[in-house]
């Protein structure tokens, strides 16, 4: 893939400081954390290590990675280790693909209250599917599914949802038999929207009760309880948007799926188009016309609000697992499924994602072999006399 004309980390480090002036009364310090590892990752501030091909004895210096997972650089790694291990875990089925949003009346109350309501949002969403598929009116069966949290957009504004990617069918309440879906149909959407939003509402509520919800700003006046249930009730007359989409192409489609939604942050390098100091040129798709591909610009301090919108809460677990695939008993409740499917015929190979190219040499092409690992002190010292690489070397 060709090198992005301009990268968030760029934004960073030419605007990061004036907006840190700017937004002060708002930032908290994971959102500078995040700021400053993106303007520091693959820079000789975090250090880096010699790398040297074994084939012709050329070297070159790499810069150590910051590893947050915010980063649009540093999740390629954390991806593909990621979905190595889900490899093992596809099983012989066809998948399925819903997601669940919430409603954007809900977005302030969530950007306050992030943990709670991504929390909420995530097991209310999972319970809604565990509840309708194990209906003996619908599916009947115990399924096992894992779920991702997004919080963003096509044009970085708050917009959370989850991803859930299913099997077709799940095991039978007695465990004697896999219980296959229909080709392409797994549980009626509409029931799905209803018990969602009730799911929801009731989770709030109970969160309100316990003194767990944040009010501030705007919101202050929502500390009410007859005011916070006011709130609550055109929510519940409303429409709540649940989508399926139709079912992956086999196991191949649904890991290479997986390798491009798990990992992701709210905007990838590849997507910027022009930053000229002032403001940024981005590319979107406007889902509500067609997946139209459109282009946006902003501010710089802008655009780092909304990308900042999307800081997780320290420790929050994006990617998660239920049903069947929950806790420690998922290795032997897939040993189950894969002996029930066997039982009913289904025995189809789990497919592979492409393995990712090592860093290869730019003389011969031959993957580079880390021969050294240098401080940051090492690292400039090295930038700054490169004729004592070359005499290493």
């Not at 239920?322 to 025995?347: I, V």
Request: with cysteine; proline share 6%.
């Amino acid at each position: 893939m060709n090198q992005p004309p301009v990268e968030v980390a760029d934004i960073v480090r030419s605007r990061g400081a004036r907006f840190f002036e700017n937004s002060g009364r708002w930032l908290h310090w994971s959102h500078v954390k995040v700021l400053n590892a993106i303007a520091r990752c693959r820079t000789a501030a975090l250090g880096g290590h010699r790398d040297q091909c074994p084939q012709c004895g050329h070297q070159a210096i790499s810069y150590n990675s910051c590893r947050n997972r915010h980063c649009p650089k540093c999740q390629t790694a954390a991806r593909n280790r990621w979905v190595a291990k889900r490899q093992a875990e596809v099983l012989p089925v066809g998948y399925f693909h819903v997601v669940f949003t919430l409603p954007h009346e809900l977005s302030a109350l969530a950007l306050q209250n992030k943990k709670e309501i991504y929390r909420l949002l995530l097991q209310a969403s999972a319970d809604t599917l565990l509840e309708v598929a194990a209906n003996p009116d619908h599916l009947g069966a115990t399924i096992g599914f894992l779920s991702i949290l997004h919080t963003w957009g096509q044009n970085l504004l708050h917009h959370p949802h989850v991803h859930c990617v299913i099997p077709g069918g799940g095991i039978s309440p007695d465990r004697t038999r896999w219980i296959h879906s229909r080709p392409n149909f797994l549980v009626p959407v509409p029931v799905l929207k209803k018990l969602f939003r009730a799911k929801v509402r009731d989770g709030l509520k109970r969160l309100f009760r316990a003194g767990k919800l944040v009010f501030a700003g705007q919101l202050a006046a929502l500390s009410d309880r007859k005011a916070f249930f006011r709130f609550l009730e055109p929510l519940c007359e409303k429409e709540w948007v649940v989508y399926a989409k139709a079912p992956f192409r086999g196991p191949d489609h649904l890991l290479q799926y997986l390798a491009r939604y798990t990992h992701r942050v709210a905007i990838s390098n590849h997507r910027l188009i022009a930053f000229d100091g002032e403001s940024v040129t981005f590319r979107w798709k406007d889902y509500a016309h067609g997946n139209k591909k459109r282009k946006m610009t902003v501010s710089a301090d802008e655009f780092l609000r909304r990308f900042l919108l999307h800081t997780l809460p320290r420790g929050f677990v994006r990617i998660r697992f239920f049903g069947f695939l929950a806790g420690p008993r998922r290795s032997q409740m897939l040993q189950l499924a894969r002996r029930l499917l066997h039982a009913s015929g289904e025995c189809e190979v789990p497919g592979s994602v492409p393995k990712q190219a090592s860093y290869l040499c730019p003389v011969c092409a031959t993957p580079m072999v880390l021969v050294e690992r240098l401080t940051a002190a090492q690292v400039r010292r090295l930038v700054a006399h490169p004729d004592a690489f070359n005499d290493s070397s």
